[in-house]
């Protein structure tokens, strides 16, 4: 079973950046598709990105694509996500999620293991 840690959260102004991290222990992050989740407060739990099992495949909502870049280190048993040019809307608790599979999915049930969030606050 993977257990994942998120760090890299905080409080940054419209149009500043954060890079998150995802750190994975107990497993190879290579066996598993990974994913970055959001959610605000009153609001469902929604998709932000998505990496294939190789980092190949990347995957992105409409809302953050062109800003944010997903990126992986199975070497490191890392996982990032860089967010640039970070808007009001994107303030959030910010989970990542691994998916013991090949096929990638932007399905927040789809995901088997998930890390405790950390809070990205975008200030106007």
């Known amino acids: 079973q993977v257990q994942l840690v998120e760090s890299g959260g905080g409080l940054v102004q419209t149009g500043g950046s954060l890079r998150l991290s995802c750190a994975a222990s107990g497993g190879t992050l290579g066996s598993y598709v990974m994913g970055w989740f959001r959610q605000a407060p009153g609001r469902e739990r929604e998709f932000v990105a998505a990496i294939s099992r190789s980092g190949s495949n990347t995957y992105y909502a409409d809302s953050v694509k062109g800003r944010f870049t997903i990126s992986r280190d199975n070497a490191k048993n890392t996982v990032y996500l860089q967010m640039n040019s970070l808007k009001p809307e994107d303030t959030a608790v910010y989970y990542c999620?691994?998916?013991?599979?090949?096929?990638?999915?932007?399905?927040?049930?789809?995901?088997?293991?998930w890390g405790q969030g950390t809070q990205v606050t975008v200030s106007s």
């Open positions: 999620a691994a998916r013991l599979s090949r096929v990638v999915t932007t399905r927040p049930r789809e995901y088997d293991y």
